[in-house]
């Protein structure tokens, strides 16, 4: 398995940032690439169906939400990226100065393209994720 692990520092709470994060149907407010998120189900075992600026679509599945740890993880059933067995967690983290750190990883199958290429991709969309909620909280 390959995995991707990135971070970035958020100007707002973690409270405020988690409030956002955990809404397993709220990309489309810091992911300008998700044009529409559709949930079935609520809670752990929800699944959201995320429709891309190209019409693509990826649907995913809540695997696990600790509001007290501020962690949650999510599966991706089926997409159009070359991966299979991507599983990904969101860890939130209190700073200092009404700060917080957001830690996005996953682990993946590569599947139709070479793992750099896979994981190039994945950088790409936690890095438009992060600066999306910097815009969002004011603080990018």
């Given at each position: 398995?390959?995995?991707?692990?990135?971070?970035?520092?958020?100007?707002?709470?973690?409270?405020?940032?988690?409030k956002?994060?955990?809404?397993?149907?709220?990309?489309?407010?810091?992911?300008?690439?998700?044009?529409?998120?559709?949930?079935?189900?609520?809670?752990?075992?929800?699944?959201?169906?995320?429709?891309?600026?190209?019409?693509?679509?990826?649907?995913?599945?809540?695997?696990?939400?600790?509001?007290?740890?501020?962690?949650?993880?999510?599966?991706?059933i089926?997409?159009?990226?070359?991966?299979?067995?991507?599983?990904?967690?969101?860890?939130?983290?209190?700073?200092?100065?009404?700060?917080?750190k957001?830690?996005?990883?996953?682990?993946?199958?590569?599947?139709?393209?070479?793992?750099?290429?896979?994981?190039?991709?994945?950088?790409?969309?936690?890095?438009?994720?992060?600066?999306?909620?910097?815009?969002?909280?004011?603080?990018?």
């Open positions: 398995m390959a995995n991707v692990s990135m971070y970035t520092e958020i100007h707002a709470s973690a409270e405020e940032v988690w956002v994060v955990s809404d397993f149907n709220g990309l489309t407010k810091f992911v300008s690439a998700i044009v529409d998120s559709v949930t079935e189900g609520a809670g752990v075992g929800a699944v959201r169906t995320l429709t891309l600026e190209n019409g693509e679509q990826i649907v995913e599945r809540l695997e696990s939400l600790d509001d007290q740890a501020r962690k949650l993880s999510y599966s991706i089926s997409s159009p990226l070359p991966l299979e067995g991507y599983v990904a967690v969101m860890t939130l983290q209190e700073l200092e100065d009404d700060r917080c957001l830690v996005w990883s996953c682990v993946f199958q590569p599947h139709g393209a070479p793992e750099s290429e896979v994981k190039n991709i994945l950088e790409g969309i936690y890095s438009t994720g992060f600066e999306g909620l910097q815009k969002f909280f004011g603080s990018s």
